[in-house]
Nanobody, 126 residues
Framework: QLQASGGGLVQAGGSLRLSCAASGGTFSTCVMGWFRQAPGKGREFVASISWSGDATHYADFVKGRFTISRDNAKNMLYLQMNNLKPEDTAVYYC?????????????????????WGRGTQVTVSS
């Protein structure tokens, strides 16, 4: 199970740190990802991180502003979001892909993720 938290209301230019707590599985061998869904739009990829964290990948619209990280000892995934923009307003979801069999792999395709948490709302005011 995955549970995202840390969302809220922030002004443009501000920061938030999202957390995702994992339980009931082998977190350290899951590729993890963050996705988001804005009102009236489909869910889109934000960032992904490999088993050990040695590989990360970001959507172009968050590069340089967001940082994905993980703590395998605590079964936690994070998304540090800086310089937030109103267009970042969305429900953010964490997800796990349990089907990757080696480290240093990231996953950007939504349908490859087989475990999803409830989302957390991020609202950025202008």
């Amino acid at each position: 199970q995955l549970q995202a938290s840390g969302g809220g209301l922030v002004q443009a230019g501000g920061s938030l740190r999202l957390s995702c707590a994992a339980s009931g599985g082998t977190f350290s061998t899951c590729v993890m990802g963050w996705f988001r869904q804005a009102p009236g739009k489909g869910r889109e990829f934000v960032a992904s991180i490999s088993w050990s964290g040695d590989a990360t990948h970001y959507a172009d619209f968050v590069k340089g502003r967001f940082t994905i990280s993980r703590d395998n000892a605590k079964n936690m995934l994070y998304l540090q979001m800086n310089n937030l923009k109103p267009e970042d307003t969305a429900v953010y979801y964490c997800a796990a892909d349990q089907g990757v069999w080696r480290d240093s792999v990231v996953v950007v395709t939504e349908n490859e993720y087989d475990c999803w948490g409830r989302g957390t709302q991020v609202t950025v005011s202008s």
